[in-house]
């Protein structure tokens, strides 16, 4: 896991662009949220006019999309978990129903 972050903080110029769009993640959102700021009249802490966070914000947006892909698919896992739970349950209490019955 701390590898695959290391792995994507790592990426730039083209590769981080391709890695992006494959999350889908919008380059133009973040001109959009850039322009709003802009118009806004918010600090635009160092940044210049046509700045839009450049590669660290892009490199943060990419590990953002990982981890929410990441906690979707342990959801997915803590979902089958807890039926195979329930499962097991539901045969012990049949299992004890038939002990007493029997």
């Not at 896991?1 to 890695?19: I, P, S």
């Not at 494959?22 to 802490?45: H, K, N, Q, T, W």
């Not at 329930?86 to 129903?97: F, G, H, R, T």
């Amino acid at each position: 896991m701390v590898l695959e972050f290391l792995k994507y903080k790592e990426l730039k110029g083209k590769d981080l662009q391709e890695r992006a769009q494959e999350l889908g993640v919008s380059l133009a959102l973040m001109l959009e949220e850039r322009l709003a700021e802009l118009a806004a009249g918010r600090p635009s802490y160092g940044k210049t006019t046509l700045d839009i966070g450049g590669e660290p914000e892009l490199q943060r947006r990419v590990r953002e999309a990982e981890r929410a892909r990441r906690d979707r698919n342990f959801w997915i896992v803590a979902l089958i978990s807890s039926i195979a739970s329930a499962c097991s349950a539901l045969a012990a209490w049949i299992a004890v129903l038939k002990t007493v019955s029997g």
